[in-house]
């Protein structure tokens, strides 16, 4: 089966950076669109990132120019690289798939900004 596994999380202080990691198994980062999304305190869950099967990347603006994702094909790991972190960033970061109309998810990483 399916599994996404974050981790990398933490807490910053503003301006600074985090790495976050999704090791998958059960399917393969290469061949799917991957994604990363946030959920901040008593707020819905957005969607912050894709890298699609074609290399193609794609962001939400107000993470644009800050955020990086990327994958790891032999490690089978998608990444997402935050720069000049803010504390509007602090939430839970998910990663997630699609595969056969069925939505993937793993049990989230904490980031924190904060000084």
């Known amino acids: 089966q399916v599994q996404l596994v974050e981790s990398g999380g933490g807490l910053v202080q503003p301006g600074g950076s985090l790495r976050l990691s999704c090791a998958a198994s059960?399917?393969?980062?290469?061949?799917?669109?991957m994604n990363w999304y946030r959920q901040a305190p008593g707020k819905q869950r957005d969607w912050i990132a894709t890298?699609?099967?074609?290399?193609?990347?794609n962001y939400v603006d107000s993470v644009k120019g800050r955020f990086t994702i990327s994958r790891d094909n032999a490690k089978n790991t998608v990444y997402l690289q935050m720069n000049s972190l803010k504390p509007e960033d602090t939430a839970v970061y998910y990663c997630?798939?699609?595969?056969?109309?069925?939505?993937?998810w793993g049990q989230g990483t904490q980031v924190t900004v904060s000084s």
């Open positions: 059960g399917i393969m980062v290469s061949i799917y669109d």
């Open positions: 890298i699609s099967s074609d290399g193609t990347m």
């Open positions: 997630n798939t699609l595969l056969k109309m069925h939505g993937y």
